[in-house]
């Protein structure tokens, strides 16, 4: 079976199971794991941050971000197809009890002018907006990547507005290498940067928040709260520590595969979005059908919104599985 669901379902590689089966371990709640140390340290170094927390989940970070830069009561504004919004559950409103609204955007990249005019007036009627969420790359938007000046101006229109900045930045690495722009200057202008190990850099499992000194505190325990505190976490440190150390570069290859994808789509008649990562969007009128079919032949993918098919490049696809899927998709649409 070719997965193309999404960049999670990656197993790790022999050497990043070598890696965590020989990885030195603590406990991490204890606050003496040397391998969380090791990662907390080099995740921070490459996204410019102070410090990093390690947690068990991208949710997670993104949750206590917006945890801690909020009270309750505040708002935030996030750009209309973001996971934030779509997929965390309702968290930041179980969680932070803050109220979510959305900015437009396009392909998932927020529109800075809709953001300036998004912002409530010093109405006692209005949620104060005191956070500003951006999504790098974009899930939902089909993996786009930002603009540098895109980001840079929405970190500055949330200063404007006395407004904290939170990038998710669970494919910062996937714009990092599509862009050229470093993942560090990427996130530069923004206060917190969550990033998933357990994403096309091929780790099983952990995220971690990268944030200034002054706020580690808080989120250990906010983390803890949560149950997101970990005992010898070091065995999955390990793996995302192998990860970024090793298969940051490789994504070039995953949006290559991408790129084949939908050209062969396109060849066949389907309607697709351009690629510019690891992620392949193509309209149908009958999205789920056509994936149905497709599992029988040997491909699994999900649908994203309404009559939209999401094809995920990873790890663990390689060329043949690309033209392999690009014939059954073709012979679905032509039969
Ligand atoms: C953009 C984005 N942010 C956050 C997450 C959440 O990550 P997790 O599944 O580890 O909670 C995802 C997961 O797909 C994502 O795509």
């Known amino acids: 079976m070719i997965d193309l669901r999404s960049d999670t379902v990656t197993r790790p590689t022999p050497e990043m199971l070598n890696a965590m089966c020989t990885a030195p371990l603590g406990d991490d709640v204890l606050g003496d794991e040397p391998t969380v140390q090791k990662l907390e340290a080099k995740v921070a170094e490459m996204t410019g941050k102070e410090t990093a927390v390690f947690v068990p989940s991208g949710t997670m970070a993104n949750q206590i971000a917006i945890w801690l830069h909020t009270k309750p009561g505040d708002g935030i504004l996030v750009e209309e ?3 934030i919004l779509h997929y965390e559950a309702a968290g930041p409103a179980m969680i932070a009890g803050v109220k979510t609204t959305s900015v437009p955007g396009q392909n998932g990249i927020m529109d800075v002018e809709k953001l300036k005019t998004s912002f409530p007036p010093d109405d006692p009627h209005c949620a104060p907006v005191t956070l500003v969420c951006a999504e790098d790359t974009a899930n939902r938007g089909g993996g786009y990547a930002y603009p540098i000046e895109t980001l840079d101006a929405i970190a500055q229109t949330a200063q404007d507005n006395q407004a904290r900045c939170h990038l998710d930045g669970a494919r910062l690495f996937n714009a990092q290498v599509k862009t050229g722009v470093s993942a560090a200057r990427r996130a530069a202008q923004f206060d917190t940067v969550s990033i998933c190990f357990s994403k096309g850099l091929g780790a099983p499992v952990g995220s971690a928040l990268c944030l200034p000194q002054s706020m580690r505190r808080d989120a250990i325990r906010a983390r803890k ?11 999955i440190a390990a793996a995302a520590l192998y990860a970024l150390e090793h298969h940051v570069d490789r994504l070039a290859e995953d949006h290559q595969k991408a790129i084949t994808l939908a050209e062969g789509l396109k060849q066949h008649g389907y309607e697709v979005v351009p690629p510019q990562t690891n992620m392949v969007y193509f309209k149908h009128p009958k999205a789920q059908q056509i994936l149905d ?7 699994r993918a999900l649908t994203a919104k309404a009559q939209t098919v999401r094809l995920v490049t990873h790890l663990d696809v390689n060329e043949s599985d690309i033209e392999k899927s690009i014939e059954i998709f073709g012979k679905l649409l032509n039969s």
């Open 81 to 83: 197809n973001s996971h």
């Open 225 to 235: 709260m949560l149950g997101g505190g970990m005992r010898q976490s070091g065995v």
């Open 293 to 299: 079919q497709a599992e029988q032949q040997g491909v």
